[in-house]
Nanobody
């Protein structure tokens, strides 16, 4: 089992920045890639960014150039630096880690980001 705990959400003005963190614990060796998803009110959950254990990254087109995903393997933590935030970035942000050895997908409980003036 892997436990994921997000933190760092909050209220920020348009154009501002936030850094989200996701701390993993438990059977860390059973996961490789770590991902951030988000779900806005009334919308489906969407993939925001992903990073492999070796540091390869991918981003949704809507956040490219504004968000940066990174990880500290020594701390078992993945980060999402969000800059130039827009009201449409308002959502609950979830950390995700697929198991390497089974169909299991581990999820955190999410952290709320509100971008509003």
């Amino acid at each position: 089992q892997v436990q994921l705990v997000e933190s760092g959400g909050g209220l920020v003005q348009p154009g501002g920045s936030l850094r989200l963190s996701c701390a993993a614990s438990g059977s860390i060796l059973s996961i490789n890639a770590m991902l951030w998803y988000r779900q806005a009110p009334g919308k489906e959950r969407e993939l925001v960014a992903s990073i492999t254990n070796s540091g390869s990254t991918n981003y949704a087109d809507s956040v490219k150039g504004r968000f940066t995903i990174s990880r500290d393997n020594a701390k078992n933590t993945v980060y999402l630096q969000m800059n130039s935030l827009k009201p449409e970035d308002t959502a609950v942000y979830y950390c995700n880690a697929p198991s390497r050895f089974s169909p299991t997908n581990y999820w955190g409980k999410g952290t709320l980001v509100i971008v509003s003036s």
